[in-house]
């Protein structure tokens, strides 16, 4: 009798947990936006121009939009194979100077050289993943910390080693100005927002919609339940951070066009992705999408709260407010 009355109130219950659940995400994404509105109204009446707003919104989703894709092989990694990858930045700037290279020297366009960076990024994570990773999986965090820790300074060191300090650029042939809601952004910022907008849905795609995708998601909710139904663990680490790494390299090959090309340039990306991805919910790889719009929101606007101050300063705001009001981001699982 107690067996019954338990069942029937665990099916009497289901419909409201799924209620709830379904309640929490939408209530979340409600309250950001309402707080996003406030941020712009805000903003309006520090500024008094509706045209400096304006800008300031377009710029921040267009560059929002690659610290996603950059967020997204982050939150990825950590999702599957439970690393914080430091190396992640000094991925980004070793794709910057293969940019750099392939359109100085071999004269590709600079987005073309998404075919070369991209296969060539993953074939790195493979390598690393296999040769490095791998032996300190299981092992104490500070041991994996200090792992990717040492990939990074080894590849910016190299990087120093092999093209010197000197700052480098590289020019988008056909750069102009392109008028969006009475703002105007680069030519190089809208391709580069649609480009991580494009290879932020394959991803998802390739999560969502291939048997390689639902291995990495099983590997990722339990990678011991993964193994008993025949799924080759070692194989998927080794993809799912390959993956990763040519996310960094692609958002690398975006950004080309954009910033100063330095051995250093992937520490400020690297720090800004584990913004984006705290906000977005730890191995969340739509959460790292939208947090890294709404961190290139936060970075855009705090110029008007704050003028005179460093970007930054306003991403760190939300960073510890995030921390301390949902430690688990916005669409990350309570524990």
């Known amino acids: ?37 406030a941020a ?17 919104i377009v710029t921040g989703v267009l560059v929002g939009g690659v610290y996603g894709l950059t967020a997204m092989g982050l939150t990825l990694i950590f999702g599957v194979l439970d690393i914080v ?29 998404l075919l070369v960076c991209v296969p060539a990024m993953f074939g790195l994570g493979v390598l690393i993943q ?3 990773l791998s032996r300190a999986m299981g092992k104490p965090l500070q041991n994996q ?24 650029s590289v020019e988008l042939p056909g750069e102009r100005g392109v008028h969006i809601l009475g703002a105007v952004a680069d030519l190089s910022r809208v391709l580069a927002f649609l480009g991580a907008l494009v290879l932020a849905g394959l991803l998802f795609l390739l999560l969502q919609k291939t048997r390689l995708g639902t291995a990495i998601r099983a590997v990722a909710a339990n990678d011991l339940g993964a193994q008993l139904v025949g799924i080759d663990t ?69 110029a008007l709260y704050l003028p005179g101050q460093s970007p930054l300063l306003s991403v760190f705001v939300v960073f510890v407010l995030v921390l301390f009001l949902r430690p688990q981001g916005l669409f990350g699982r309570s524990s």
């Open 1 to 37: 009798m107690s067996t019954d009355t338990t069942t029937a109130e665990a099916v009497a219950a289901e419909p409201r947990d799924r209620g709830r659940w379904r309640r929490g995400p939408y209530l979340r994404i409600a309250v950001t936006l309402v707080l996003v509105v």
């Open 40 to 56: 712009i109204v805000l903003a309006y009446a520090r500024s008094g121009s509706g045209t400096i707003v304006m800008q300031a």
């Open 85 to 113: 990858n430091f190396a992640h930045g000094a991925f980004l700037a070793l794709a910057l100077f293969v940019s750099y290279w392939l359109v100085s020297a071999v004269g590709l366009h600079p987005y073309l050289a």
């Open 130 to 132: 296999r040769g490095v």
């Open 145 to 168: 910390l200090l792992i990717t820790l040492g990939i990074s300074l080894l590849i910016e060191n190299s990087l120093l080693l092999f093209f010197g300090a000197d700052p480098r």
């Open 234 to 302: 070692r194989r998927i680490y080794a993809i799912t951070f390959a993956v990763g790494t040519a996310c960094a390299g692609a958002a690398g090959t975006l950004l080309a066009p954009l910033v100063t090309i330095e051995p250093h340039t992937g520490a400020l990306f690297n720090i800004i992705a584990f913004v984006v991805v705290v906000l977005g919910g730890m191995g969340n790889v739509v959460g790292a999408l939208v947090g890294g719009i709404l961190i290139g929101l936060v970075e855009q606007l705090g």
